[in-house]
């Protein structure tokens, strides 16, 4: 399902940078980042350690990954924003690069299923699409999707396109696409903030279904004050571009 089918463009991207923000998954990000280098295009993994207090940059870094780091918790847009300027002050020092890579953003959960990721960058190499959102099977647990309405809700009323899986972190864009998007918006609404900043600007978004498996959001008390973050921070998003947000169910 696209959201602007229009005409192929020529190709905007050469290669793919894997970009995956990390905080305190010590346990996953080795696994993750030998996964996501398996990916076709991929020759570059660049985790973003966002105030970790384990291990995760050391074995982010025994992987195989350039490990950025924060010395403090500063979230996930922030953590992207750091990822791509990382790539592109790489990018900076290969003077026979035509043109930069095309940036696919991974949670640090996936470990071994980061690999099937890798349908969402064709169509961003071949110039289909300017950005892919990956759609994923239904996860175990889970919660009751108040967060993904109220996200859902607010891009159709933004764009009039209703994303599936409007909170999907797993994303491949161009990085003209990700300049587009500059700022981000702050924590927990970056994706939701990202797809209306795009679709305004008549960027071309692609759903791709893959079969990825991450660690989702419970039912327990801090999993409950987690949702709450995610709520406020995607309600903030919806306002900063003049978007009433409206709860309602999946």
């Known amino acids: 399902m696209t959201a602007t ?6 190709p905007q991207a050469d290669g793919v ?10 346990q996953r990000i080795a696994a993750t980042v030998a996964s996501a280098s398996r990916i076709p295009a991929v020759d570059l993994v660049v985790v973003v350690d966002d105030g970790s207090t384990d291990a995760t940059a050391a074995r982010a870094r025994g992987a195989g990954a350039v490990v950025v780091a924060h010395p403090r918790n500063r979230g996930k847009a922030a953590a992207m924003e750091s990822g791509a300027a990382a790539v592109a002050a790489i990018e900076a020092r290969e003077p026979d690069r035509l043109a930069p890579r095309a940036l696919l953003f991974l949670d640090a959960d996936l470990a071994d299923t980061a690999v099937e990721a890798a349908p ?8 289909t699409a300017d950005m892919t959102i990956a759609t994923l099977p239904p996860q175990p647990g889970g919660g009751r999707g108040l967060v993904v309405g109220l996200a859902r809700g607010g891009v159709e009323r933004a764009t009039g396109w209703q994303p599936t899986q409007p909170l999907s972190g797993q994303r491949c864009l161009t990085r003209t696409a990700f300049e587009a998007a ?3 918006a702050a924590g927990f609404g970056v994706e ?3 797809t209306i900043d795009l679709l305004r600007q008549d960027l ?3 759903e791709v279904e893959v079969d990825l498996l991450h660690r989702v959001t419970g039912t327990r008390w801090r ?5 709450g ?18 709860p309602r169910r999946h």
């Open 223 to 227: 999993d409950q004050v987690h949702r």
């Open 120 to 127: 969402l960058t064709p169509p961003v190499l071949d110039g």
């Open 204 to 206: 071309r978004v692609l």
């Open 5 to 10: 089918p229009d005409p192929p463009r020529h």
């Open 182 to 184: 500059l700022p981000l």
């Open 229 to 246: 973050r995610q709520f406020a921070h995607v309600a903030r998003a919806l306002l900063a571009r003049r978007v009433i947000p409206v």
């Open 192 to 194: 939701t903030g990202l």
């Open 17 to 26: 940078a894997v970009v995956i923000p990390a905080k305190d998954e010590q």
